[in-house]
């Protein structure tokens, strides 16, 4: 079987924006190429829509765009199996299997836009259960878990405990936050770990991260196949394109297509070191025209971070972006964050989250530190530096002391 995988369509997002039918047509290009590839059915893990109860005009589009998939075919037929019980469930063209996301749940008593797309039979919404696909002599099994609040995450899936099928193909699909991709700035916050994950399954797919990525735990791939419409601008999604990854259950193979139109993201962190407000607006220019060099048929999305320090006396609101946002805004959807800082003490902490980041132990984020203060002294690299640290470790002041004493005579 091939299978279509997809996430995070967003619709509705940016309803009044620039960008106000991106989601739109993405969700079109990613079921066209579903259909291309000849997929069995596809799947969809969670945050279809951008809120619970969109406008009547994001729904109209919504179906719109999801009908699409009536145009095809698909030979497979599919049962929701449930405590011994097996019921078929019908659909028109290529099925669409969904789970919801957080930003589309509000509870088990109100009704929301993915249960009138399952009621209209445009996709197939389930939660905590399991759809099995049948093909010739083929099964292959979807299990879904909508998202649930990120702190019971854990507890739910532990009640849950979804086992795999013998003689199929098992595929899980969720919509949570993983520990091991929380970045330490990220407001996003997870209770799940990789570890947590059951075993025995071929395919693990988790919507709700942005980015793609694709990685082994064991036996079993685990995706993530990130959203089809950026929202906030994260530097991992601006470095690979939007599409459709596929999922063979023979091969255990994935591949990508990428949206044959889709609007460019660009990211730049910039740092500037007692910079003056003409040389802030300078590189950022330099930088806009440099993206911009290039032709592209969707004005481009372009995020610019800028961080540093700024010459004495001058503060972030003496650099005024206005008028290079207003050059730019015709060909360019720009979004600036400014975030200088004028002492030192602020230096050093981001120096240590830096390293932090990079995953150091504290001691050697320790020795890092003593390493770059002592090469800033007139001892340079005279001193015995890996003797010297631990003698401080170790809180041997006065042996530190001496150590340090003598190289000074
Ligand atoms: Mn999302």
């Not at 145009?71 to 049962?79: A, R, W, Y």
């Not at 063979?248 to 003056?276: C, L």
């Not at 806009?288 to 800028?306: F, G, T, V």
Request: hydrophobic content about 35%; glycine content about 6%.
């Amino acid at each position: 079987m091939k299978i279509g995988i997809f996430s995070d369509t967003h619709l509705g997002f940016e309803e009044k924006g620039e960008r106000s039918f991106d989601c739109f047509d993405n969700l079109h290009q990613a079921i066209e190429l579903c259909l291309e590839g000849k997929v069995d059915l596809m799947v969809l893990p969670g945050d279809i829509f951008h809120i619970p109860m969109p406008s009547h005009n994001t729904l109209f589009n919504s179906i719109k765009s999801f009908s699409t998939a009536k145009k095809g075919s698909s030979s497979v037929k599919l049962f929701l199996e449930k405590d011994n019980e097996k019921k078929e469930i019908n659909f028109s063209g290529v099925p669409i299997l969904a789970i919801h996301g957080n930003h589309e749940y509000r509870g088990k008593e109100t009704k929301t836009a993915l249960d009138v797309l399952d009621l209209s039979g445009l996709v197939v919404y389930f939660h905590a259960g399991m759809i099995s696909a049948e093909k010739e002599n083929e099964k292959t099994c979807i299990f879904g878990l909508g998202a649930v609040p990120e702190k019971q995450a854990l507890e739910v899936l532990n009640y849950w405990n979804p086992k795999p099928k013998e003689n199929a193909c098992n595929l899980l699909l969720f919509h949570q936050g993983f520990k091991e991709f929380m970045a330490l700035d990220d407001e996003m916050i997870a209770t799940l770990s990789l570890d947590d994950l059951p075993k025995g399954f071929d395919l693990i797919i988790n919507g709700h991260l942005h980015w793609r990525n694709e990685q082994k735990l064991g036996e079993t791939t685990f995706l993530l196949p990130g959203s089809t419409v950026s929202t906030s601008i994260k530097q991992l999604e601006t470095e690979k394109p939007k599409g459709v990854c596929f999922y063979d259950t023979q091969e255990k193979e994935i591949t990508f297509k990428p949206f044959p139109k889709q609007r460019k993201m660009f990211y730049h962190k910039v740092k500037f070191d007692d910079a003056d407000s003409d040389k802030v607006l300078q590189e950022c220019k330099n930088i806009l025209s440099a993206d911009l060099s290039e032709q592209h048929e969707l004005n481009p999305l372009i995020r610019l971070n800028i961080k540093g320090t700024l010459k004495k006396g001058l503060s972030s609101a003496d650099v005024n972006l206005t008028e290079i946002m207003e050059e730019f805004s015709s060909k360019a959807i720009l979004s600036v964050s400014k975030n200088f800082s004028n002492n030192s003490f602020k230096r050093k902490i981001s120096e240590l989250r830096e390293m932090q980041k990079s995953k150091l132990s504290l001691a050697s984020v320790g020795f890092e530190v003593l390493e770059k203060n002592l090469k800033e002294t007139d001892f340079g690299n005279e001193i015995e530096l890996k003797k010297l640290f631990d003698l401080l470790a170790e809180s041997n002041i006065d042996e530190a002391m001496n150590l340090v004493a003598k190289k000074k005579e």
